[in-house]
Nanobody, 124 residues
Framework: QVRLVESGGGLVQAGGSLRLSCAAS????????MGWFRQAPGREREFVAC????????YYTDFVKGRFTILGDNAKNTVYLQMNSLKPEDTAVYYC?????????????????WGQGTQVTVSS
């Protein structure tokens, strides 16, 4: 079992940057592939990015490619989502998730553990 706690959300102007953190406790973070999802009001939770357990591979949804970077620090048991060139449409609650399945996982049903979410608001 692993517990995930996100932080780093906030209010930022369009074009700005934020770095979200997801601290994992319990089983070692390196036992899981990690993902970031987001959910805007009235919309379903959607995949943003994922990172393999060994950090060797990443995958991003098209609307964040070139702007967001997912990376992990095994020593700190933490995964990050660096978000640059933020747009108002990036406004959402961002969730960190862990899966015991290996390979690219983009469906919410494929993830076993979730954090509580952190709000990101991008003003125009």
């Amino acid at each position: 079992q692993v517990r995930l706690v996100e932080s780093g959300g906030g209010l930022v102007q369009a074009g700005g940057s934020l770095r979200l953190s997801c601290a994992a406790s319990g089983r070692p973070f390196s036992s899981y592939d990690m993902g970031w999802f987001r959910q805007a009001p009235g919309r379903e939770r959607e995949f943003v990015a994922c990172l393999s357990w060994d950090g060797s591979s990443t995958y991003y949804t098209d609307f964040v490619k070139g702007r967001f970077t997912i990376l992990g620090d095994n020593a700190k048991n933490t995964v990050y989502l660096q978000m640059n060139s933020l747009k108002p449409e990036d406004t959402a609650v961002y969730y960190c998730a862990a899966t015991q399945r290996f390979g690219i996982q983009i469906k919410t049903s494929e993830y076993d553990y979730w954090g509580q979410g952190t709000q990101v608001t991008v003003s125009s």
